[in-house]
């Protein structure tokens, strides 16, 4: 009896360490990937590295910018990143419109900023939502400055659905998309409007030959993690064609990562592995450094007219070869027409 049980604990230690393993290599790979041989982040040519880094906060990457005036729209506002990112743009005196799956959470949210917020409901999954959010934003008739696409899922352990999407990639980029269609046209009548796509540096994790076009129900070796990487490349690639799209036009779009911050993201990790966070890289972010690269995105002077670019730790980084794909950036971007086709009637951007 005695002897068996050591031998199952064993095993799960064994089987615990192997995935610590691969969680520890894939962070590995993540890091080499974005950096040159020398260890430093890999940057895009002409545009500019201001003084921020991993350390600075959402407060110090604002401070002495002037937000009076604009209307910024913040979705997923009702925890981590996002509710940190809502209370300091409503801070520095923008209009922030911030976003909950339900209204009563958003409300809360809201209230608990100090400046002039908006509070909203958003459900990603449901496209009904969706336009509905962005119909109630339209009737607001005010130009959009920003549109952080913050909210998000990650890694969902069982397999799930929306109209036989895998449910991450509905949620975290076909939501977003959606919900960015029927409102450009109002970040067009901004001065010089931002689209802010919150993505990840997980991105790294999608299929190494990038968005499985074939797969995208992901009911072929569902992977949470994979899916989730998909989701997030994804999130990188709207944001690049949207930027081509938006050429000629003041507005711009970026995408980003805001770092490994602990927040209530890592809920559906599996518990035995201590989740994602011990095992890849340690949450020495705090949520006030966690936003500051939005923020900083959606508000440096020094970025106006500088789009179509990824960014973490508040400086432009190139993240992975599939997520500057261009090729994969306008195919995604007519998959996700089609798959939205009875929702995006009259507004899309096209
Ligand atoms: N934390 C990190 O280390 C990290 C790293 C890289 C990228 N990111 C990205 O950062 C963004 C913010 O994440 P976070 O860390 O702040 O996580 P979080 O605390 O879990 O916040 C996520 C937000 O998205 C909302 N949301 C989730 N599913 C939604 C849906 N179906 N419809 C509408 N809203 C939905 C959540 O609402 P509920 O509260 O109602 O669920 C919440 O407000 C995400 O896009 C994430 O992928 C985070």
Redesign the pocket.
């Known amino acids: 009896m005695w002897t068996r049980r050591r031998l199952i604990a064993g095993i799960g230690v064994g089987l615990c360490a192997a995935a610590v393993g691969l969680y520890a290599e894939r962070a590995r790979r993540w890091r080499a990937a974005s950096a040159d041989r020398a260890g430093n982040p890999v940057r895009p040519a002409g545009v500019p590295v201001g003084p921020f880094d991993a350390s600075s906060t959402a407060e110090e990457v604002t401070r002495g910018v002037d937000l009076s005036g604009k209307t910024m729209l913040v979705?997923?506002?009702?925890?981590?990143?996002?509710l940190e990112t809502m209370r300091v743009l409503a801070l520095r005196g923008a209009h922030v419109i911030g976003t909950?799956?339900t209204l009563d959470?958003a409300r809360a949210a809201c209230a608990s900023a100090r400046g002039r917020t908006t509070p909203l409901m958003?459900?990603?999954?449901d496209y009904s939502s969706v336009v509905a959010c962005a119909e109630a934003v339209r009737a607001l008739s005010l130009p959009i400055d920003v549109l952080v696409c913050?909210?998000?899922?990650?890694a969902l352990q069982t397999h799930e659905q929306v109209d036989g999407v895998e449910k991450q990639f509905a949620?975290?980029h076909l939501?977003h998309f959606l919900l960015v269609s029927h409102l450009i046209d109002r970040v067009n009548d901004a001065t010089q409007g931002r689209v802010v796509v919150?993505s990840?540096l997980?991105l790294q994790w999608a299929a190494p030959a990038g968005i499985e076009w074939d797969n995208l129900s992901g009911s072929r070796d569902y992977d949470p993690n994979r899916a989730y990487g998909q989701s997030?490349l994804a999130n990188a690639l709207f944001s690049l064609e949207l930027s081509r799209r938006l050429s000629g036009t003041r507005a711009t779009s970026n995408a980003l990562?805001?770092?490994?911050?602990d927040?209530?993201?890592f809920r559906h990790m599996p518990r035995s592995l201590g989740g994602f966070r011990g095992a890849v890289s340690p949450p020495k972010r705090t949520v006030e450094q966690?936003a500051a690269t939005s923020c900083y995105v959606a508000t440096a002077p020094a970025l106006v007219g500088v789009t179509g670019h990824f960014f973490a730790d508040c400086n432009p980084v190139i993240p992975d070869r599939r997520a500057v794909d261009r090729e994969a950036a306008a195919r995604l971007w007519t998959v996700s027409e089609q798959l939205l086709k009875p929702y995006l009637r009259g507004r899309a951007n096209s």
């Open positions: 979705t997923g506002v009702t925890s981590g990143i996002g909950g799956r959470r958003l459900e990603l999954t913050n909210a998000g899922v990650m949620t975290n939501g919150v990840s997980a997030k990562h805001p770092g490994v911050v927040t209530r993201l966690g």
